[in-house]
């Protein structure tokens, strides 16, 4: 039978995890919620940030926290013009279009990434934030208490952000209704280009925080667009809160039950999480709709 | 005017029994193994990409498990052959059963999940089939299994040439897009693309929604285990990775997008263009299998998305629509309307 430390330990390393997936999928609910659009190479943006964080350390010997700013410009305008170039295209398509659209955006960017740098399995060299800290049996390293707190404050700021600033009461009111918000005077054009920009800068960020500690592969992207929606679905579409809830959570069922059963079986517990949420409760623990 | 008709029907038999032909001597005309196996794994893809039509491309539900048959039906006939010595040619039949008894229970689970949480559901229950596969003894792990070659044996399904492969999938694909010609024509066909275009509506037409996705589901279960059995034979290899692996199951559902999705001639399509466009990229820029192929197929569907959604047929529709009739375009017959988004 399991012993306590060690579920504590893998409790605490699955809610440091959570943190990062908590953020990633806040930014995919604020995509979803503005333009109904669910973005399947949202991991993928993640994965470049985690390969940018590499290469830039590996070349250039940055640490990943020099990287950070650089990432989260040069993701703003990624995402925003993703939005310009491909989605604004497909705002009214079919679902099934819109769909296969982000999935194969999110191929797309995986293979070229899978071309270029082939799959072999990196890691960024030592930096700032790497070392362990010593809790008692608890053993967490710097880089996941940073990556934690550092994704708790962001989604603070994007809290703050849309409920706060004006620009964030537009964002507000284009996902409550796009039409109205249009006759109000609100470009939603612009406000769905910031959406994007808002939301795959949160990917990016949580890209540089994984890289400090966790490997950089290609296949990462696609299993962090499936967490991502999964957390969406758990928390519920349409509650902030909730979704990053629902990330905390995911971390949580996967590291616990992966400790307890067997580790290889991880995204089985996930999937089927999700597929009970979808049957019981299809509107998510949180969801307003 | 009647007889404007005839001719353009004697033109469409024409022009199958050209292309019936061409296929029939296709093995004459082309004698390395190379372009052989090409065309069997495009007939293969003729095949599936079908299968997955009839639920997918008719009513809309966008299954991304369709591989999850494949693997069952090349797991069943395989070990069935190799711990009973049961023939492949009986094998189908449990394979196709252990099918349609996982299409019903996927469908029990996920019939009710509308749009993307359709697909990511069944996305799901692949990925737990293939976690499972990779760790349980029973079907040897990660290993797979690896069938005997024998020489030419016809008990066996194992040939040491390449032709009565091409003509068994052949026929195959040939029953099975006449198959769905007929679903197209039926009224299966109707209340499918009934469902796809608003289900709240169709159901309360009275069509009872669940029953015929679930029927749609089982024949597209079915076909597509007949298929998984027909590749474990053909490659005499089979493991989770790549029976299960999204990856390999990618094209089973890009080759109808790409196409036209529910239509009969999307699938076929579809499979024209990208199997030997993906059997070039690899041979091209191969080295390392670097996945290039997939690159493209990832450019192909998103520029697809963009612009022409509803896949290529659209365009030979625009081009040819008034010379030829195509069939099966997409739209309701019972609600008698074309929508043109």
């Given amino acids: 039978m399991i012993s306590f430390p060690l579920l504590l330990q893998s409790s605490i390393s699955g809610l440091l995890m959570g943190g990062i997936y908590a953020l990633v999928a806040v930014g995919l609910s604020l995509i979803f919620g503005l333009m109904n659009i669910v973005n399947f190479a949202h991991g993928d943006y993640l994965m470049l940030a985690m390969y940018a964080t ?19 410009f040069i993701w703003f305008f990624a995402g925003a013009a993703t939005y310009k170039v491909v989605i604004r295209r497909i705002l009214d398509a079919p679902m099934v279009a819109q769909m296969f659209c982000t999935f194969g955006l999110g191929l797309f960017l995986r293979y070229g990434a899978y071309f270029f740098w082939s799959a072999d399995v990196r890691k960024v060299n030592d930096n700032l934030l790497s070392g362990i800290l010593d809790l008692g049996n608890i053993y967490i390293t710097k880089a996941e208490l940073v990556a934690f707190f550092g994704s708790f404050a962001a989604t603070a700021l994007l809290f703050l952000f849309i409920k706060k600033t004006k620009l964030g009461k537009a964002i507000q009111a284009t996902s409550q209704n796009k039409e109205a918000a249009m006759e109000m005077g609100i ?31 290609v296949y990462s992207g696609w299993m962090f667009s499936l967490i991502s929606y999964i957390s969406v679905a758990l928390g519920g579409f349409g509650s902030f809160w909730g979704v990053y809830l629902g990330g905390m959570m995911i971390g949580v069922i996967e590291n616990v039950l992966g400790t307890v059963f067997i ?25 307003k709709f | 005017m009647e007889r404007i008709l005839e001719k353009l029907k004697t033109y469409k038999i024409w022009g ?4 019936l032909g061409f296929l029939v001597l296709y093995p004459w005309i082309f004698t390395d193994p190379h372009p052989r196996h090409i065309m069997i794994i495009l007939l293969m893809y003729v095949v599936l990409g079908q299968a997955w039509n009839i639920l997918g491309g008719y009513s809309g539900q966008i ?7 494949f693997a069952l039906g090349a797991y069943t006939s395989t070990m069935l052959l190799l711990k009973v010595g049961m023939p492949p040619w009986i094998g189908v039949i449990p394979g196709a059963m252990l099918a349609s008894i996982a299409a019903i229970f996927i469908g029990e689970i996920c019939f009710d999940l509308r749009g993307h949480y359709f697909a990511i559901g069944t996305l799901g229950l692949a990925e737990i089939t293939y976690i499972i596969f990779l760790n349980w003894n029973f079907v040897n792990r990660a290993f797979g299994f690896q069938i005997p070659i024998l020489k030419n044996s016809t008990y066996y399904v194992q040939w040491a040439n390449k032709e009565p492969y091409f003509y068994i999938i052949l026929t195959m694909a040939v029953l099975v897009v ?21 289900e709240e509506r169709a159901k309360s037409l009275g069509i009872d929604s669940r029953r015929y996705k679930l029927l749609a589901f089982v024949i597209s279960a079915v076909i597509t285990s007949f298929t998984g059995t027909f590749y474990a034979q053909y490659i005499l290899y089979i493991d989770p990775d790549s029976l299960l692996n999204l990856e390999f199951a990618l094209p089973i559902i890009i080759i109808p997008m790409v196409g036209g999705m529910g239509t009969v001639l999307g699938p076929i399509l579809g499979a024209t263009l990208l199997i030997p466009l993906a059997e070039y990229a ?7 299998g670097r ?6 197929y990832g450019l192909i569907i998103v520029l697809l998305a963009l612009y022409e959604p509803k896949g290529l047929i659209e365009i030979v529709k625009r081009r040819f629509g008034k010379t030829f009739k195509l069939y099966g375009d997409g739209s309701s017959a019972l609600f008698g309307e074309n929508d043109k988004s």
């Avoid at chain 1, 590499?54 to 989260?72: I, R």
């Avoid at chain 1, 991880?266 to 969801?287: A, D, H």
Wanted: proline share 4%; net charge positive; hydrophobic share 50%.
């Fill in chain 2, 282 to 288: 690899r041979t091209t820029f191969g080295g390392g």
């Fill in chain 2, 16 to 19: 199958v029994i050209l292309i």
């Fill in chain 2, 291 to 296: 996945g290039v192929h997939i690159l493209i």
């Fill in chain 1, 263 to 287: 580790p290889t079986f991880k995204m089985v517990f996930v999937y089927t999480t999700f597929i009970f949420i979808l049957i019981y409760r299809p509107k998510g623990l949180f969801g």
């Fill in chain 2, 63 to 69: 299954s991304l498990g369709n591989h999850i048959f």
């Fill in chain 2, 178 to 198: 006449a198959f769905v010609w007929k679903i197209d024509k039926s009224t299966l066909g109707v209340y499918l693309k009934a469902i796809k275009e608003d």
């Fill in chain 1, 54 to 72: 590499f290469w830039a350390n590996y070349l250039l010997g940055w640490d990943p926290l020099v990287t950070l700013p650089f990432v989260l």
């Fill in chain 1, 187 to 217: 470009r939603t054009d612009k406000v769905n280009a910031i959406g994007w920009g808002i939301g795959i800068m949160c990917v990016g960020l949580g890209g540089v925080l994984l890289a400090t500690y966790y490997p950089v592969h």
